[in-house]
């Protein structure tokens, strides 16, 4: 048996376009590993808010679904490769296929 807690950090998830709409907040705050990825921000943003499934989620909030994208704090897109996270990242979720 494992002991050993895993560490979290908290971050904000800021929703933009359909995403916000469909939620109805602006922004969420979420718990992640240090270590996170697209996968990991899926997960906890589907158990945040279940709105987003099948919208900016995968159905089992597996994952963002192809046309949504992550960026943290505005400088790196997030991937399927674990990135570090910070406590007091902010963390964009938006359409990748958005019009300017």
Known sequence: MNTKTE??????????????????VR??????SP?????DLAAA?????PSLLSVALEDDGSRLLPSYT??????????????????????YLFSSQAGG
């Open 7 to 24: 560490s979290r950090v908290i971050v904000q998830v800021e929703l933009f376009g359909y995403a916000r709409t469909v939620a109805g």
């Open 27 to 32: 922004d969420v705050r979420v718990a992640l």
């Open 35 to 39: 270590q996170s990825s697209t996968s």
């Open 45 to 49: 943003l589907a158990a945040a808010l």
């Open 70 to 91: 992550a960026n943290l704090n505005g400088l790196t897109f997030i991937s399927d490769d674990p990135i570090p996270i910070s406590p007091g990242d902010t963390i």
